[in-house]
């Protein structure tokens, strides 16, 4: 298959438009061809695109910056000479003099599927900017490697953040030019934008259930973001970052696994089969230990959980990440009522909203783990009317069938 950054390289004649244009990109470390040369450096062997200035999102255009709330500053790339423009430092959005600096934005991220992935939000930014300055965007599209499932509760009114960027569900299914799409039918925005679909997508095949398993190779979208595994299980155990457990930051193998050096990991797993077994399927639960190098829990051993969906156990119609999490969430209070659970932080530059509760786009499932009397059939009736109306409204931005 081909990427929208290999058909527009391999294309003169989708360059056309192009021409005498001063043209830019947003990119960062996994914005690679299927040779593995960065779409930055590709873009500059060609004569027909004079490329003129480069943008990074959060944790940068080429290096990573590990953690979130890491800004990366603007420099000059010492290969091109051309301005780079973070997007992740002093502002959130493009400024003036940085719309500006072009006429074409080419867009070319990796994203996860998942709505709290903030290069989702830095896309709506600049489209909203792209329509306010008469610039033109261009979405060089990418796999969503989750594939199509849709699960989660939809982002409440009033709960948009830079985590939170749209009323979408937590796991929408759309890839990145299906989501821009998206953003300019429900904004209303009035801009110029291309999306350069991909060839050969099929996001129902196994094994790779939307990412082009054996025929690409996966490179980090960001530090924490190692495999497809991780990203299968991201809309689930992102929701980590909002409580005290380790989401595995400082191993080998974060956001698959979680845990805390006071966790029973066994009674944990028996508690979550006990209260929805439904929920468990589609992945197997293996009990294991880890001591974090870095961030929550340093140096200290925790007992935990991981999430395994990379054999044949795996499957893909069943899995529901952030129902997994959610249970293990529950099952905690019902073990340990008191336990301090919710982590209370500066969080995507938040301070006077908890964390879960950004993460999930409002107060609903926090309420649902701590009311004592909630069952699993309540999240379920919360959760499944937003389920079915995000299946019905994304219907009309779907490029890939």
Request: glycine share 8%; net charge negative.
């Amino acid at each position: 298959m081909k990427f929208g950054i290999d058909r527009l390289l391999d294309n003169p004649d989708l360059r056309k438009p192009l021409a005498g244009r001063r043209v830019a990109l947003l990119a960062h470390p996994a914005s690679v061809t299927g040779d593995l040369v960065h779409s930055l450096d590709a873009l500059a062997t060609l004569d027909d695109i004079d490329v003129v200035a480069a943008f990074g999102p959060q944790h940068g255009l080429r290096g990573d910056k590990q953690d979130n709330m890491i800004e990366s500053p603007d420099f000059t790339d010492p290969v091109h000479g051309i301005p780079v423009f973070s997007l992740y430092g002093e502002v959130r959005r493009p400024t003036a003099a940085m719309m500006d600096s072009f006429d074409v934005l080419l867009v070319d991220l990796q994203d996860l599927g998942c709505r709290i992935y903030t290069f989702i939000t830095t896309l709506r930014y600049v489209l909203e900017e792209a329509a306010e300055k008469g610039k033109t965007v261009w979405i060089l599209d990418r796999p969503n490697p989750a594939g199509r499932p849709i699960e989660g509760l939809r982002l409440r009114p009033s709960w948009e953040s830079f985590v939170g960027a749209g009323t979408l569900p937590m796991r929408h299914g759309l890839t990145l030019g299906e989501l821009a799409h998206w953003f300019v039918e429900t904004l209303r925005l009035d801009v110029d934008y291309r999306i350069v679909k991909m060839e050969g997508w099929e996001p129902a095949k196994a094994p790779g259930y939307g990412w082009p398993l054996g025929e690409r190779t996966w490179i980090n979208p960001s530090p924490n973001a190692p495999n497809l595994w991780m990203a299968r299980c991201y809309a689930g155990t992102v929701m980590l970052e909002g409580t005290t457990l380790s989401e595995g930051r400082g191993t080998t193998r974060p956001l698959e696994l979680f845990g805390a050096p006071d966790l029973d990991a066994n009674r944990l797993v028996a508690e979550m089969q006990a209260l929805a077994p439904g929920w468990l399927r589609g992945c197997r639960l293996r009990a294991c230990w880890f001591e974090p190098t870095f961030h929550k829990h340093t140096g200290k051993l925790c007992e935990g959980v991981q999430i395994h969906i990379e054999d044949a156990a795996y499957d893909h119609g069943a899995f529901r990440p952030w129902r997994l999490q959610a249970l293990a969430f529950k099952a905690i209070r019902k073990l340990r009522p008191d336990y301090d659970l919710w982590r209370d932080f500066p969080y995507e530059y938040e301070r006077d909203r908890l964390a879960i509760d950004l993460i999930n786009g409002s107060e609903l499932l926090r309420q649902w783990v701590d009311d004592a009397a909630a069952a699993p059939s309540d999240l379920d009736a919360l959760t499944l009317p937003d389920e079915r109306s995000w299946q019905e409204e994304r219907e009309a931005v779907l490029l890939y069938r």
